[in-house]
């Protein structure tokens, strides 16, 4: 059974902001090859602490960063 899947929308967000993924990466110490996965949405597990740490530094919210994606 398909129950979906969550895409983050970072690269928009960044894009929109005006924000370097080496910017927010520095900022946030957060490593380069990490944060290219998640961007690319290739990802198994989210961390909790870097979603907080994103919707923070991005001021949104999770609903804006996060989305499910029915199959």
């Not at 902001?17 to 290739?42: A, H, Q, V």
Request: proline share 1%; charged share 35%; hydrophobic share 30%.
């Amino acid at each position: 059974m398909k129950y979906g899947h969550l895409e983050l929308h970072i690269e928009e967000l960044l894009k929109e902001k005006g924000i370097s993924k080496n910017t927010i990466c520095k900022e946030l110490d957060i490593p380069r090859s990490n944060f290219n996965r998640y961007c690319r949405n290739e990802f198994q597990r989210l961390d909790a602490q870097l979603i907080c740490k994103l919707c923070s530094y991005l001021e949104c919210g999770i609903e804006e960063l996060i989305e499910y994606v029915k199959e």
